[in-house]
């Protein structure tokens, strides 16, 4: 099994017409994997991550020197400009996300393309982080759901009420841990198994 290795960086973007465009500032995470899965006897390491920290400033110099029209534009261009080009011959895009700093996230994972939030919430007093991806859709970006009670989501009834939710992880902030929720449609009556967990 090839190891996934993750770095970030802060980066600054516009986005938007040229008469208005917006200024923003994202966290960029970036998980690549080694294209041999061979461990280099010198170092330890299957990747070199002063490569990885070389592609993650060459990206972060792309984007901040044009102006996107869109997320989506800004998001698949990223992902183009890493699956081509010299970073092929010797790392694999594992992962990309893009963190606003209101808590926004869009991203891509091994072909397919999301967008969710990081947000705090109050469930019956307690307070969690609450990590959600949904399906890409820049038309419902900046107007994505709330949700309403834990009783909710550990019931599973949260992706029947959102169909384009694909996953949800929620952090509890006073006893520790993290739980993630994944969608699935596995069952021998064809019926939706909804909110599998998954204990981090």
């Known amino acids: 099994m090839k190891l996934t290795f993750f770095r970030s960086q802060t980066i600054g973007s516009k986005i938007g017409k040229p008469e208005d465009p917006r200024a923003f500032v994202f966290d960029l995470e970036f998980g690549v994997s080694g294209v041999s899965g061979e461990v280099d006897p010198l170092t330890g390491m299957a990747v070199s991550l002063i490569e990885v920290d070389k592609q993650l400033c060459d990206l972060r110099d792309y984007l901040s020197t044009r102006l996107w029209h869109s997320f989506e534009e800004l998001l698949f261009a990223s992902v183009d400009w890493l699956s081509i080009g010299e970073m092929t011959q010797t790392l694999q895009l594992k992962e990309l996300l893009f963190v606003e700093k209101r808590g926004v996230i869009f991203g891509w994972s091994e072909g397919h ?88």
């Open 113 to 200: 393309y999301f967008m969710g939030s990081k947000v705090v919430a109050e469930f019956s007093g307690e307070i969690y982080g609450l990590k959600s991806k949904f399906n890409f859709n820049e038309v419902r970006f900046l107007s994505l759901p709330h949700f309403d009670s834990m009783e909710e989501i550990e019931s599973g009834k949260v992706f029947e009420n959102h169909p384009d939710l694909i996953s949800l992880e929620i952090e509890d902030f006073v006893r520790g841990g993290k739980v993630q929720y994944l969608k699935s449609s596995s069952s021998a009556l064809g019926q939706k198994n909804l909110g599998r967990a998954h204990q981090k």
